[in-house]
């Protein structure tokens, strides 16, 4: 399984990124999330999808950034609006078989090498 993350970058407090998620296709059964991570701190869970589509968010990111996802080009997408400073972080892109359980970290099997957000104040 291969998932490579894209579309980071520095944006102004305020604006908007759109990060994509290119996996190997698995076309089961399967959740696929997006976390972040800051150096010297835990790594968060902030959304995942379901096979469906049906997406969730932890409270940190509800209202701001929307999940999506197009099987036809093997792409998970994070859309991120209003970011802040505090959305300043690595970004990763992660899989687990089965349906949806969590954001935790130890539920996903897989993950991408992350891309960076900047976020100026």
């Known amino acids: 399984v291969q998932l490579v993350e894209s579309g980071g970058g520095s944006v102004q407090s305020g604006g908007s990124l759109r990060l994509s998620c290119l996996h190997s296709?698995?076309?089961?059964?399967?959740?696929r999330a997006w976390f972040r991570q800051v150096p010297g701190k835990e790594r968060e869970g902030i959304a995942m999808?379901?096979?469906?589509?049906?997406?969730k968010y932890a409270n940190s990111v509800n209202g701001r950034f929307g999940t999506s996802q197009d099987n036809e080009k093997n792409t998970v997408y994070l859309q991120m609006n209003n970011l802040k400073p505090e959305d300043t972080a690595m970004y990763y892109c992660?899989?687990?078989?089965?349906?949806?359980?969590?954001?935790?970290?130890?539920?996903?099997?897989?993950w991408g090498q992350g891309t960076q957000v900047t976020v100026a104040s």
């Open positions: 296709g698995y076309s089961g059964n399967r959740c």
């Open positions: 999808i379901d096979t469906d589509g049906n997406a």
């Open positions: 992660a899989e687990a078989r089965g349906r949806c359980r969590g954001l935790q970290e130890y539920l996903y099997s897989y």
